[in-house]
């Protein structure tokens, strides 16, 4: 009979799992020959274990399926804790397999000891050890089956010697996902008819509750005239082909969708945690439909909750409501869409000759998200970074066909995005995967470069070039305060990639960015396009407080009492066209 780990590798195999991310160490010697013996499951070496969490987590959410992950005891496997986080917040189901020191060594402080069942468990649906043999396969199957039901992340802590123990029962299970239909009682789906029939302007929040409901929510936005205002991870879901879409509200979305809310006599939450509260309208009327119990009620007062899933409770519904005759609010709503939609694409424009043009000027990052919006293929995977890149994608990215938009929406981690892109890559090598790189989240885990070349990965790596942590320096303009600490003295990343044997463009002149662009993206292999963006670009919300005002009128008297005007006149050169 083989060990534990061959038995683990052969369950794994058994439950189509092809792909294992992850940097070897002896305490996960026993897993490692027993992948290379059974060599159905590729290992996918990674040069931080932190990336392999966030690759096993791009992975999981392409495909739906169970993905991999594994960290060597100690230092190896804590590193994994931030994508493992991610994973969890964006739920999908990852098993991460955490190596642990010698079993007769725990508690006695030995070299590299933690404790990977204490560390893990906030960012997990399971998370125990396996102290001796005869635990398993059954606490495999137990995390696997956690890690799928409950679309989360299952750790399994495993000393090495543990794993390479004779196992005691072989067995190999299958474990499949149970589907049940889940549906609110016949009388709050009553209740919900009545509140809506008698509703005059009603907007439907969609979120990615509603995941592979899209017909059913254009058939409800039609029956209620209701504009359809969309989140951000709803995106890929909702936006493409929707005449009732009036896009995002929150920070990053714009003025459409905040209209479309605050115009609302009735909110229709449709499978969404949004969490700004602030962007929700005072006065309204909320019901919120969830799968998920726990969450209906934690951003705003209800006036009707349903545990649902979001499918079948829309189809349960739609009999009940007669078509509204009054589509006035939906029809302003868009053709205000249309009027915002016209003003930024305005703003996506190369800089244009005249008072505000400076010789050498920095590209306008609205164009440079039109432009790869416009090049990159309809099956596109495209993943920002945290931060700016979020909000260009989130703005000018639209997601046609088949294209898919995922990043850390939840966790808000930098360095995202190259991470999670080989994921997606490993997982769907024929399409086109694409990042919207930060150069703050670039280089912090700017060694994944040389993971993209030796797994000869074609992602095509844009990078946001401003010289700072933007978005942080945003947040401090916002707030009254001055930009400090995040100056960011960044090589030429070009030249980076092409040391690292990838195809490289700098671009610095907007004349020269489409073509780069393009043939980037037509390479056939990896290629980083370092673009020279503009710094002072503001991010406007769609809404101003007038705490903002407040702080941005404050960072100007200090930024000029620090002897730092010439930035208030960048500010002022760069963001004019904003507002004229």
Known sequence: MGTIADNVIASLRANGVTRAYGVPGDSLNGFTEAMRKDGSITWRLVRHEESAAFAAAADAELTGELAVVLGSCGPGNLHLINGLFDAQRSRVPVLAIAAQIPSAEIGSGYFQETHPQNLFQECSVYCEMVSEASQMPRML?????????????????????????????????????????????????QRAAEMLGSSRRTTLLVGAGAAGAKGEVLALADALAAPVVHTLRSKQEIEGDNPFDVGLTGLLGFASGYRAMEEAETVLMLGTDFPYRQFYPQGARFIQVDLRGEHLGRRVPLDLGLVGDVGETIRALLPLLQRSGDRKHLEESVKHYGRTRAKLDELAEPPKEGLLRRKHQAIHPQYLARLVDEIASDDAVFIPDVGSPVVYAARYLECRGDRRLIGSFIHGSMANAVPQAIGAQLAQPDRQVVTLSG??????????????????????????????????????????LPGFGTDLDNPDFSQVAQACGIRGWRVSEAADLEGALREAFAHDGPALVDVVTERQELTIPPAISAEQVKGFTLYALRTVMSGRGDELLDLSRVNLRQIL
Not at 150 to 172: I, K, M, N, S, T
């Open 141 to 189: 199957e137990t995390a696997m089956r956690a890690a799928i039901q409950e679309r989360g992340v299952a750790v399994l802590v495993v000393p090495g010697d543990v794993a390479q123990a004779e196992a005691g029962d072989d067995r190999v299970t299958v474990v499949e996902r149970a589907r049940a239909r889940v549906l609110p009682s016949e009388d709050q789906l």
């Open 439 to 480: 150069d703050g989240g670039l280089a912090m885990l700017m060694g994944e470069l040389l993971t993209v070349r030796q797994h000869d990965l074609p992602i095509k790596i844009v990078v946001l070039n401003n010289s700072s942590l933007n978005f942080v320096e945003l947040e401090m303009k916002a707030a009254g």
